[in-house]
Nanobody, 122 residues
């Protein structure tokens, strides 16, 4: 089993920055895909970014390209989402998720954290 715990959410004004963290624990051997998803009220959960812990090109949704950055600290079993120039439409619950490969569909991700709320005010 794998446990994922997010932190770093909060309230921020438009144009500001936040850094989300996701710490993995449990059976975390091998290279995996780590992703950030978000879900706003009444909307479908969408992938924001992902990276493969073994290396390679990271993925970003068009809505966050150039503003968000995903990174990892392998020694700490932690991934981050640096959120810059945030906008009110970034308001959502942000989830960390893990899968063997970087699937497109959220349903293919086996392990999920509980989420951390991000609220951006105008």
């Amino acid at each position: 089993q794998v446990q994922l715990e997010e932190s770093g959410g909060g309230s921020v004004q438009a144009g500001g920055s936040l850094r989300l963290s996701c710490v993995a624990s449990g059976s975390i051997t091998g290279n995996k895909c780590m992703a950030w998803f978000r879900q706003a009220p009444g909307k479908v959960r969408e992938k924001v970014a992902h990276l493969y812990t073994g290396g390679g090109v990271s993925y970003y949704a068009d809505a966050v390209k150039g503003r968000f950055a995903i990174s990892q600290d392998r020694a700490a079993n932690t991934i981050y989402l640096q959120m810059n120039s945030v906008r009110p439409d970034d308001t959502a619950m942000y989830y960390c998720a893990r899968a063997d490969f970087c699937y497109i569909d959220a349903s293919a991700f086996e392990f999920w954290g509980q989420g951390t709320q991000v609220t951006v005010s105008s």
